[in-house]
């Protein structure tokens, strides 16, 4: 199974863990690095380090970031490893309930695919939607793929 890491700015992290294990229930294999503000991102390293060879089991890593050129993103950069450990910013909730669906079945690059498709759908401007989807629910529509 691929292990998930999220680094984040504060408690994003946590917080998006917290909505994950809300909307699917427990996860395992899951694991959060913050950044506070007077945080060091190189001396956090070691630490994330420990925290991604804990999460590996093998398979891989995905390590998921707020904002591409952060400090949590350049964290997460400096533990990308090609083919083993990827990283992917932009994080948020739709591309976490996608992984905890398929990252027992998928590879790494599937489960990029899978989540970073996940993450642009489930983006929605409500005034350039169709009817249906404003007034029968999300059920009622399909949502463009940007």
Not at 38 to 50: H, I, Q, S, T, V
Not at 60 to 82: Q, Y
């Amino acid at each position: 199974m691929i292990g998930l890491m999220l680094i984040t700015h504060g408690r994003l992290g946590d917080v998006l863990l917290e909505t994950l294990v809300h909307v699917v229930g427990p996860q395992t294999q899951v694991g959060v690095v913050g950044v506070a503000d007077d945080d060091d991102p190189a001396m956090l390293r070691p630490a994330a380090e420990r925290l991604l060879q804990r999460l590996d089991t093998g398979d891989g890593v995905l390590v998921l970031t707020d904002i591409f050129g952060s400090s949590p993103s350049n964290l997460a950069l400096s533990l990308r490893e090609p083919g083993h450990v990827e990283v992917v910013s932009g994080v948020n909730v739709p591309m976490l309930v996608k992984l905890a669906k398929t990252r027992r079945d998928l590879d790494l690059a599937g489960c990029v695919e899978k989540a970073t498709m996940a993450g642009r759908k489930y983006i929605a401007v409500a005034s350039q939607l169709p009817a249906p989807c404003l007034h029968g629910g999300p059920r009622a529509c399909t949502l463009p793929v940007h």
